[in-house]
Structures are given as C-alpha cells and as structure tokens.
C-alpha cells in the first residue's frame, strides 16, 4: 500500500535489558519532581517544588503514594522511549 519514507535500525539498543533502566533519572510533575539516584540502587526522593523549590525536604517516605505514582509514571516513560530505541516504533 504505502512505501516507507525512512528505515530505522538501531545497532545500540537492539532489545532492551533491565539494566538499561539505571543511571540517575527524574520525572517532574505540576507540583513534585521525583528524583532516583542511579549510582545507589533503591535511593529515592520526591520534592514539593511549589512548596520547596530549593529541594532540600525529602518527601519519599512521607508520601508513598506519590512516591509509587511518580515511579510508575517514569517506568512507563522509559518503557516507551527504550521500546522506541529498538526500532519497534517503525516497523
């Protein structure tokens, strides 16, 4: 039917590997930004920017929903952009 205007071949990330989920990372939301730590594994914050915009109070263990929430959202994230990686976006 139609013809393809581009190829895409990704020699670097041909299949996606737990650990390519690692390294410090963060998702920023309307009012927390979730921060992780990616050289000390389970190392979590989440920060209050309206509130705390210097963040400097650590709000992981006082907001566990959050924390989860965010969490969830940011793997999602990486799930699409590292299955992107893999070429399956144009085939």
């Known amino acids: 039917k139609g013809k393809y205007t581009r190829t895409f071949e990704n020699y670097r990330h041909p299949v996606i590997r737990e650990s390519d989920y690692g390294g410090p990372r963060a998702v920023l939301g309307s009012r927390y930004k979730l921060v992780v730590d990616g050289d000390e594994p389970g190392q979590i914050q ?8 210097g963040e400097t ?5 006082e907001l566990p929903d959050i924390t989860r ?8 994230w990486q799930d ?3 299955h992107s990686l893999t070429g399956a976006d144009y085939r």
């Open 69 to 76: 929430s965010m969490e969830v959202q940011l793997k999602r």
């Open 80 to 82: 699409s952009v590292l």
């Open 57 to 61: 109070r650590d709000l992981a263990t």
């Open 46 to 53: 989440l920060f209050d920017i309206l509130e705390d915009p």
